[in-house]
């Protein structure tokens, strides 16, 4: 059974920086075939999408404005996002989430078939 798990959330005052990854298990799929985003969901708000990987090709969400970097590391099947320049509306859980498909990345969160559990950002001013 797929599974995504995510780490490195953190409370921190807002200038700083944090590093999340998000480890697959279980994934029949060549993973580094596999589109992977990062999400967000912060207070009083609905789940957005902030990052996408494929291969060398990324994909970031307007009000990430340089801040934000995704990367992965196929041999150890983790994606990282870090994040610069922390504000307190970056407060908030982010998940990763991967597509069950080869080859396509889009920002549409209903086309993510696999989901982590999310962990905390909580960006202090």
């Known amino acids: 059974q797929a599974q995504l798990v995510e780490s490195g959330g953190d409370s921190v005052q807002a200038g700083e920086s944090l590093r999340l990854s998000c480890t697959a298990s279980g994934l029949t799929m060549i993973y580094s075939g596999v589109c992977i985003g990062w999400f967000r969901q912060t207070p009083g708000k609905e789940r957005e999408t902030v990052a996408t990987?494929?291969?060398?090709?990324?994909a970031y969400a307007d009000f990430v404005k340089g801040r934000f970097t995704i990367s992965r590391n196929n041999a150890k099947k983790t994606v990282f996002l870090q994040l610069d320049s922390l504000t307190p509306e970056d407060t908030g859980t982010y998940y990763c989430?991967?597509?069950?498909?080869?080859?396509?990345?889009?920002?549409?969160?209903?086309?993510?078939?696999?989901w982590g559990q999310g962990t905390q950002v909580t960006v202090s001013s």
């Open positions: 990987i494929l291969g060398g090709r990324t």
């Open positions: 989430a991967a597509r069950a498909d080869y080859g396509v990345c889009t920002f549409v969160l209903s086309t993510y078939e696999y």
